[in-house]
């Protein structure tokens, strides 16, 4: 946990800023596996960590705007609870860890906010116990989250202090032996499913969680894949994304692509530049002021440019990004936010994390999915992640609708059918005057991975 | 998966058990962990596995008891699911494979279900999202799980088939070597989080999820620590609670207690082979037609009368086990059914598993804790886990009560202080005439754990 004078003096940020009403915030229970008391994973919900830091579940925490002062809402073990589950530690001493003023048993808590007529705010909820849990805590009084508190936790998230890219740093270190060790042990005829489990296995033996499950595959071609069921075979890429949290559960999300055989083919090495470049391109342009969309198409140019250069595209670069032809190639957006949640703050809303009122979010597929737009701040933390896919199905839907072809050497294509994809992931921060890269360097150059994999 | 012909039989046995309304056997959807779309574990709720094997979220089965048809609710992928996430099997081919007559979309169940006046049965729920969906689904009519199909559910699932018992001992083979892989990675000075993390890491190289959280700790006698934060030491006791489920998510539940040096001290050997001569007795009484009650106080008696030798304990073993005196040592119960849950279809009611009417649940200390009482029956799979923990919470407790006092030396308990506990946990199978011991074997006695740690 940070010093209790950091979560006291967030809180009072944002009562102060908030000045009005009573703040919620929820903390996360268990979530039962296949029966009620076989649990999955216990994570803390994010917003509740950054106010209070306190990693145990079934706590509730009300700030009250007027005295800025806090309430913490939760009860001690049984004795019972402590011969099956071991010692807690109070929920007295919790609130003195993390600066609350009061405790009250968790009866309490729908009677005290219930009790006087002040405004009740809270953030949007994203599993269905707390919408429950919130339903019976209000006696089912009208449920709508607070778009006033939403935007002042967004503005004090979204600043990273020095303290919290210390601990988004400690995740990364864990993750790049996550990665190293991936390169290390991926060769021809080995499952997915052992490097991923190795990857994951790897985490949990530093004590650490992962940020979110373990994408690695060699059919990195489609985004999110979580099956790792193939036999990788010498000539294919496999794709690695994949990180780990610090102890307070910060977020990394770094991905590498490499050849399973340890040595990239000449056809690998073009594209794999192209993403490359686009990264370094990407890189450039991140400083306070620039908008993320720019550099966002700035990538997709360099994209254009090099898969022009290969036959593969064709025309104006400029053209073929204004029409969002690369998104054939780079349907997804260059990066996003990072912090407490992998995404985050995803669960305040997407637009109010990554757009403002001059960024609205484009219809364009590709452009679309792009989650963060806005203008760069000193202090944001945010993910780099540009890449180039050869998507079987999105091919032929294209191809079949002849769509951008005055930019698409479809015939081209057809050698790339077993491709897959590539992408090339870091976590930078905004500084005064640019960006530097966090946590220690990870292989990344071809180079530098076939030196790993030798 | 099993042949369709086995899901289809297992459904008509129900149907026609059941012979009025219609069965609603839900399947579990997607969890989130911190936001919408970044997800915990997904783990398919058993019953629905048991009935159709179909191992996917969102998914949503109808049993009709009057034609013995069954109906499959699911949605195909949207080429951007595709894009995203891969190919996935069409819930066509779903149906196919499980033997399923009829298929249609989600937003059909409900009109589906209501349409007729027919009962609708279904099973207790444990998420609340399966809770607030039900309610949508049945328009918030009553909300009430059906008495008689937990019934007849519990007697199809508590007979395992020679397919069955395949999927458990294919766990065991995977958990035998987490088990053999703790004992050979365990020594002094590592922490117990990197033994935790190497027996998970393991489970997932071989595709396999654990079957429950893993129990690694040298606070052995905190029955369920979730912790692994210690440093281990040599002198100390490992106790090593973790098992894989096979592919089908079939569980195993393997306890083995450990020297953290490799070496059992002398005390340490004795109180083990307690434990050992506990677990055998109790093994001698896995017959059908004993009661798994009988076999829990018959292990009990054997850990009166080796504690009377050891001078923890006094008095006459029979009197002491009928006041419940040896519950301060071995406060939980023999053992439990296992199958497609850790705990066997504890979700539909611990007394409806594992008592009848003739076995009443005790509410003395300890025995109260007992999940199986009822007689055996062949094709029953079954824990047997018998253990000595010295708790010091619960020393104190009782010995300010002076509890059982005519029974318990209180003064011998000074130097157990820190002994922590020992369990001993395999599977077996009831056969025609006694058991079986589930798996390949996993070191036992004393001797094979310090070969293995040699």
Same mark, same amino acid.
């Given at each position: 946990?940070?010093?209790?004078?950091?979560?006291?003096?967030?809180?009072?940020?944002?009562?102060?800023?908030?000045?009005?009403?009573?703040?919620?915030?929820?903390?996360?229970?268990?979530?039962?596996? *296949?029966?009620?008391?076989? @649990?999955?994973?216990?994570?803390?919900?994010?917003?509740?960590?950054?106010?209070?830091?306190?990693?145990?579940?079934?706590?509730?925490?009300?700030?009250?705007?007027?005295?800025?002062?806090?309430?913490?809402?939760?009860?001690?073990?049984?004795?019972?609870?402590?011969?099956?589950?071991?010692?807690?530690?109070?929920?007295?001493?919790?609130?003195?860890?993390?600066?609350?003023?009061?405790?009250?048993?968790?009866?309490?808590?729908?009677?005290?906010?219930?009790?006087?007529? =002040?405004?009740?705010?809270?953030?949007?909820?994203?599993?269905?116990?707390?919408?429950?849990?919130?339903?019976?805590?209000?006696?089912?009084?009208? $449920?709508?989250?607070?778009?006033?508190?939403?935007?002042?936790? $967004?503005?004090?998230?979204?600043?990273?202090?020095?303290?919290?890219?210390?601990?988004?740093?400690?995740? $990364?270190?864990?993750?790049?032996?996550?990665?190293?060790?991936?390169?290390?042990?991926?060769?021809?005829?080995?499952?997915?499913?052992?490097?991923?489990?190795?990857?994951?296995?790897?985490?949990?033996?530093?004590?650490?969680?992962?940020?979110?499950?373990?994408?690695?595959?060699?059919?990195?071609?489609?985004?999110?894949?979580?099956?790792? *069921?193939?036999?990788?075979?010498?000539?294919?890429?496999?794709?690695?994304?994949?990180?780990?949290?610090?102890? !307070?559960?910060?977020?990394?999300?770094?991905?590498?692509?490499?050849?399973?055989?340890?040595?990239?083919?000449?056809?690998?090495?073009?594209?794999?530049?192209?993403?490359?470049?686009?990264? &370094?391109?990407?890189?450039?342009?991140?400083?306070?002021?620039?908008?993320?969309?720019?550099?966002?198409?700035?990538?997709?140019?360099?994209?254009?440019?090099?898969? $022009?250069? !290969?036959?593969?595209?064709?025309?104006?670069?400029?053209?073929?990004?204004?029409?969002?032809?690369?998104?054939?190639?780079?349907?997804?957006?260059?990066?996003? !936010?990072?912090?407490?949640?992998?995404?985050?703050? &995803?669960?305040?809303?997407?637009?109010?994390?990554?757009?403002?009122?001059?960024?609205?979010?484009?219809?364009?597929?590709?452009?679309?999915?792009?989650?963060?737009?806005?203008?760069?701040? =000193?202090?944001?933390?945010?993910? +780099?992640?540009?890449?180039?896919?050869?998507?079987?199905?999105?091919?032929?839907? @294209?191809?079949?609708?002849?769509?951008?072809?005055?930019?698409?050497?479809?015939?081209?294509?057809?050698?790339? +059918?077993?491709?897959?994809?590539?992408?090339?992931?870091? *976590?930078?921060?905004?500084?005064?005057?640019?960006?530097?890269?966090?946590?220690?360097?990870?292989?990344?150059?071809?180079?530098?991975?076939?030196?790993?994999?030798?």
């Amino acid at each position: 946990m940070f010093s209790s004078k950091t979560y006291n003096d967030r809180r009072e940020v944002l009562a102060k800023n908030l000045n009005n009403g009573k703040i919620l915030l929820m903390g996360n229970s268990q979530v039962p596996m *296949n029966y009620p008391s076989n @649990w999955l994973r216990f994570r803390q919900d994010s917003n509740f960590l950054y106010y209070c830091g306190l990693d145990y579940p079934d706590l509730n925490l009300v700030i009250d705007t007027s005295s800025g002062e806090s309430t913490l809402f939760g009860n001690d073990l049984t004795i019972q609870d402590i011969v099956w589950e071991g010692e807690r530690t109070s929920i007295a001493n919790m609130a003195e860890v993390s600066g609350i003023q009061s405790v009250l048993p968790s009866n309490q808590l729908s009677s005290f906010l219930l009790g006087s007529n =002040e405004t009740i705010h809270y953030l949007p909820l994203y599993r269905q116990d707390q919408q429950v849990f919130l339903e019976s805590i209000l006696n089912n009084n009208k $449920i709508e989250s607070s778009k006033s508190l939403i935007i002042n936790v $967004i503005s004090q998230r979204s600043i990273k202090t020095e303290d919290e890219l210390s601990e988004i740093e400690s995740a $990364i270190e864990v993750t790049m032996d996550m990665h190293k060790l991936a390169m290390r042990q991926t060769s021809d005829g080995i499952l997915e499913q052992t490097i991923a489990g190795k990857i994951e296995g790897y985490a949990l033996q530093n004590g650490r969680e992962l940020a979110y499950p373990v994408i690695f595959t060699t059919r990195g071609e489609i985004l999110h894949n979580h099956n790792h *069921n193939n036999i990788m075979c010498s000539g294919q890429l496999a794709l690695n994304d994949s990180g780990a949290e610090s102890p !307070m559960h910060y977020a990394s999300d770094i991905t590498r692509t490499f050849p399973v055989s340890g040595r990239f083919t000449d056809l690998q090495k073009e594209i794999y530049n192209i993403v490359y470049n686009m990264q &370094e391109a990407a890189f450039d342009y991140c400083k306070p002021g620039n908008s993320y969309r720019q550099a966002h198409l700035t990538a997709s140019k360099i994209a254009v440019e090099g898969l $022009i250069n !290969m036959g593969i595209m064709k025309g104006n670069a400029d053209d073929a990004v204004k029409e969002g032809a690369h998104a054939l190639f780079f349907p997804h957006g260059l990066g996003h !936010m990072l912090g407490l949640d992998v995404h985050d703050m &995803e669960g305040l809303g997407e637009d109010l994390v990554g757009y403002n009122e001059e960024s609205n979010r484009s219809n364009q597929f590709g452009l679309a999915y792009l989650r963060l737009a806005k203008e760069l701040v =000193e202090g944001f933390v945010l993910t +780099v992640e540009p890449g180039i896919y050869f998507i079987p199905h999105l091919i032929n839907q @294209w191809k079949a609708e002849n769509k951008s072809s005055a930019f698409i050497n479809y015939d081209s294509l057809n050698k790339f +059918v077993d491709f897959g994809g590539i992408r090339i992931e870091d *976590n930078v921060v905004i500084t005064s005057d640019g960006y530097r890269i966090l946590g220690p360097h990870i292989p990344r150059t071809i180079n530098e991975i076939e030196d790993v994999m030798a």
